[in-house]
């Protein structure tokens, strides 16, 4: 039956005259159609079995065709259907630009395929076609050259040992060869291009869901699937009905896989069968590809890894593609058999897909004491020692700090404060400690268990309810650095042990080799295994509470000289325990004359003690700051002096190249502030101190964001007079453009957006419990309209007159667009974790600019050409010449510049002025932070403006009082 004009892509060519047409569908696989070139008749492909030998040029036929049109998109139509010929559809297929190759007209043209003669239905184009077919006869193309034969040896399928190919190649040789038919997304049948041989390969490391049983093959050609032709009529010619077979059964290849897809199963695909064998085709089904050997089943069949063309890039691993897209489940005995960073990349890949919630992951969950992580590898730097076998290790990716123990191994432990060590506990931490503290190392996380909840590391954020789960599990791995294995190390100094598994345990990778250095040492009689007493360690410990009289005893033996010491541990961001081993004590220790915002109480205190001491701000961010800077550092101390409370008082430096001071960073970076007592005439290290403070006040650093100095300069505590401030440069992303004078940007960098984002995804919100109701400025998780993803948001208005139908215009606010009428699907509450959390939209405007709103005249053009300048998510340097707090919440004013602006007087600013569509207005010298050189290039613009007559200054100057006086005009046409 004839059809209408269709479009679709190219999925395969079982044959030189037949290709099958896949249209386009969103949610699944699509349907096809089977179409034979009308009027063609190519050679006949021979069958696998070697029951029907190939006709001369059948191969060549449909390589030509193969190469033609395989995954390009086309037009085409049904032209007419033989009634003898079951599901046979003839018709015309046309591809590229504008659809201007006629398919049938370019095989006939190369002499790939003869025009049929006969009578009946015909082509459209048959004059064409004839045409064509007899220049290409006269210049003997094709299936008319004599010279010749056009065969090809074609092995019998039973003749061919694969273990024979492994011998002969060798594992992970690469083979080129074209693939025939997927029947599933996991295995693939492909004729090597060597030989000619057909053969089957399972994709090495993964495996699919089954697609079901089949039908024998006799009864599946009795049932053809709707569309598509039965497998034993694929040739192409009417005459083939009368039992000759087509050309596309009987092809090398087995059945094709349409013919295969039309045939009914047995027993039905399981989830996500026909998705993954449907993204293999479209990547794979007749390309040429490369297969690498991995070896062979019990089946015989191949295990390999078949990588695809993909545009002009380099070919993709096909096992790879469909890991992450969540369409096949990685298999451990097969990712073994694959070198280890194609394994790597398989499980990662996984791990990704499941977090993403991809194919067939989208119900996944991490079941309790499962070994989910967030990585199986990443760097970091070393933070803390806890035992000899277990590390706090700063994520460099992320920066999160994670407790790693090593695998199979266990130290002597330190235990509490309050208990004694175990022997060679000491050592054991100590050798640790001096090998990897402040170090970068990498880990490779092999196993988890489940543990009791710990405390929180300084700086990090409480648990999560969704990471309860994640924070109770125990994470082992292996810790590098280097090329040397840490427990190794540990082990072969004879200060650990390696733990005794159960048969069924998760254990080290590298058991064996932990075995060996642990036996090494227990021959060499080292550490544990000396049959020595473990030393002994007699400390004097004047850090604990109410031991200010026992702590003056030592003042003048630390006051004689600069001390050597090991930071035992942070208590805040300015004090923390030192142990001088010279001495034997451990003191608590805080630079002179600093002194860092107070931590928020602990989790568990009482309310009366949470409410007295409630914190201040950046108070978690101080601690976190010295605690990666000097916790279990090697440091010199010199004491100047000791307060009431036994704190010993002086200048801390952490040794290395170069030396970090304490005291100055805190006050450079804005987490901490001089003592108003402080005087820097009485400090050797004050006028550094004082400059260090002055740095932070004039940056807005931190705790001194809100500070403004004096109209006549600010006094120090040292009493050197501030400078005048410099504007703050910052690097932003423009999120959403108001008009020309209101925008919302977002910081570049701030990690409390990406763990917002991350914590979103983590959360099953489309099949989240919806609201009962939600208030007017009520803080929520709302769905944007546009690209169907969740944001945080903040109602601006509830209409809920009618509970069953609540309307809710809402606010996103880390981004600062808006949106109404969203219902209660598009809604969900926020949890207070999330909720936290500041906005990380902030508001702003262009400053020293007056620019008319976007519904008045030329405030359309003047917001167009800034959302030009600034919008598409580009990353652009500012500098902030105020924070207005007048306003709620705080406005910064910016001068904007793009990548391809390097100076300050070439801003966006002065490129509004330019163009007449704001007018100037500079605050009184002394106000803003601003050099000259941008004044005078803001006013020059404004000038050039005028004298242009631009914009604005279309018609001469316009009045200062009128223009503040009078509203301004509408455009003549309305909005632009």
């Known amino acids: 039956m004839a059809t209408g004009w269709l479009r679709g892509t190219v999925k395969e060519v079982p044959s030189g005259d037949t290709v099958v047409i ?26 696998r079995d070697g029951q029907q030998a190939e006709e001369p040029f059948a191969w060549q036929s449909r390589e030509f065709l193969r190469q033609l049109c395989i995954g390009q998109a086309c037009t085409f139509k049904v032209d007419y259907t033989v009634d003898s010929i079951a599901g046979r559809e003839f018709g015309s297929v046309f591809i590229g630009s504008n659809s201007s190759e006629n398919v049938a007209v370019t095989v006939a043209a190369k002499g790939w395929a003869k025009v049929r003669t006969q009578g009946g239905s015909q082509s459209p184009y048959y004059d064409q076609l004839v045409n064509a077919s007899k220049v290409a006869e006269g210049s003997s193309l094709g299936l008319f050259n004599k010279a010749d034969t056009g065969t090809r040896r074609t092995p019998a399928g039973q003749d061919f040992d694969v273990q024979q190919l492994l011998d002969q190649h060798g594992k992970g040789k690469v083979l080129p060869a074209i693939v025939e038919q997927i029947p599933s997304g996991s295995f693939i049948r492909l004729t090597l291009l060597e030989g000619f041989h057909s053969v089957a390969v399972n994709l090495c490391g993964v495996q699919a869901p089954s697609m079901g049983r089949r039908a024998p093959a006799a009864s599946a050609a009795a049932k053809p699937a709707a569309g598509s032709s039965q497998p034993a009529s694929t040739g192409g010619t009417e005459q083939a009905a009368t039992g000759a077979e087509s050309s596309a059964s009987a092809a090398v290849p087995p059945a094709t896989a349409a013919a295969v897809a039309g045939a009914q199963p047995e027993s039905a695909p399981e989830p996500f069968a026909r998705e993954a064998k449907h993204f293999a085709e479209t990547k794979a089904l007749n390309r040429e590809v490369r297969i690498t050997l991995e070896g062979v089943d019990k089946f015989g069949n191949i295990l390999g890894s078949v990588r695809y063309p993909e545009g002009a890039g380099e070919a993709i691993d096909l096992a790879l593609s469909l890991v992450q897209n969540g369409l096949v489940k990685v298999v451990e005995w097969g990712a073994n058999m694959l070198p280890q960073a ?41 933070r803390e020692v806890v035992n000899g076998d277990l590390l706090v290790i700063a994520d460099s990716a992320s920066g999160v700090s994670r407790r790693i123990y090593m695998s199979s191994v266990r130290s002597p432990r330190i235990g509490r404060r309050d208990e004694r060590p175990e022997p060679w506990a000491i050592e054991s931490k100590e050798l640790l400690r001096t090998t990897v503290i402040g170090k970068e190392v990498s880990v490779s996380l092999e196993y988890s268990r489940a543990a009791g909840g710990g405390g929180r590391l300084p700086g990090q954020q409480p648990p999560q309810p969704q990471q309860q789960q994640q924070g109770d599990l125990m994470h082992f791995g292996t810790v590098t650095i280097g090329n040397r294995n840490v427990a190794e190390l540990m082990l072969s100094q004879g200060l650990s042990t390696v733990a005794k598994h159960r048969i069924d345990d998760e254990r080290s990778a590298h058991y064996e080799a932990l075995m060996e250095a642990e036996q090494a040492a227990k021959k060499a009689k080292k550490g544990i295994f000396s049959g020595r007493d473990a030393p002994l360690h007699n400390i004097n410990d004047v850090s ?144 550094a101190l004082s400059e260090a403070q002055a740095e932070a006040q004039q940056h807005k650093r931190k705790i001194w964001e809100k500070y403004e100095p004096a109209a006549n300069g600010e006094t120090h505590a040292n009493g050197d007079q501030a400078s005048a401030a410099e504007p703050e440069s910052v690097s932003i992303t423009v999120t959403d453009v108001t008009d020309a004078a209101h925008f919302y940007l977002q910081m570049i960098g701030e990690q409390r957006t990406s763990w917002i984002e991350e914590q979103l995804q983590s959360l099953s919100l489309d099949t989240a419990a919806k609201p009962a109701r939600l208030r007017q400025g009520q803080q929520c998780i709302a769905r944007f309209s546009v690209d169907k993803r969740w944001y945080r948001a903040k109602v601006l208005s509830a209409n809920t007159r009618d509970p069953t139908k609540p309307a809710y215009d809402v606010s996103f606010i880390d981004f600062g667009n808006k949106e109404a009428g969203l219902g209660a699907d598009d809604v969900r509450e926020m949890g207070e974790a999330l909720a936290a959390v500041p906005p990380q939209a902030h508001a702003a405007q262009l400053a020293f600019l007056q620019v008319s709103g976007v519904e008045d005249e030329y405030g359309h053009e003047a917001a167009q050409l800034l959302s030009d300048n600034v919008g598409n998510g580009r990353h652009l340097k500012a500098l902030i010449t105020q924070r207005d707090r007048s306003q709620q919440p705080p406005v910064l004013h910016l001068l904007i510049l793009t990548p391809e602006q390097d100076s300050a007087k070439d801003s966006v600013n002065t490129q509004i002025l330019a163009e007449g569509l704001a007018r100037l207005k500079m605050p009184p010298a002394g106000q803003v932070k601003v050099t000259k050189e941008v004044k005078d290039s803001l006013a020059e613009a404004e000038a050039d403006a005028k004298k242009e007559h631009r914009g604005i200054w279309r018609y001469g100057d316009v009045d200062d009082d009128e223009e503040d006086d009078v509203p301004a005009r509408k455009p003549a046409w309305g909005r632009r």
């Open 22 to 47: 896949a249209g386009t569908v969103k949610g699944g696989p699509p349907p096809e159609k089977r179409i034979t070139l009308s009027s063609l008749v190519a050679p006949k492909l021979g069958r």
């Open 342 to 382: 194609a394994g790597h990349k398989l499980r990662e890949a996984e791990r990704a897909a499941k977090q993403a919630k991809k194919g067939m992951w989208h119900n996944w969950t991490p079941p309790a004491g499962s070994a989910a992580k967030l990585s199986d590898k990443f760097t970091g730097t070393v």
């Open 544 to 687: 604990t509470p109410g031991n200010a009289q026992k702590a003056k005893q030592f003042l003048p033996f630390l006051q004689r000289t600069k001390k050597h010491g090991v930071v035992e541990n942070v208590i805040n961001g300015h004090r923390m325990r030192i142990f001088i081993p010279k001495e034997g004590c451990l003191i608590v220790f805080s630079p002179s004359g600093v002194r860092a915002p107070s931590m928020p109480p602990r989790e568990g205190t009482n309310a009366a003690m949470a409410k007295q001491h409630p914190g201040e701000p950046y108070g978690e961010e101080a601690t976190a700051f010295t605690y990666a800077h000097v916790q279990q550092r090697e440091v010199e101390i010199e004491v100047d002096t000791m307060d009431r409370g036994g704190t010993f008082l002086g200048t801390l430096t952490v040794t290395g190249s170069p030396p970090f001071n304490l005291g100055r960073s805190l006050l450079k970076a804005g987490l901490a502030r001089l003592h108003p007592s402080f005087d820097p005439a009485y400090d050797h290290d004050g006028n």
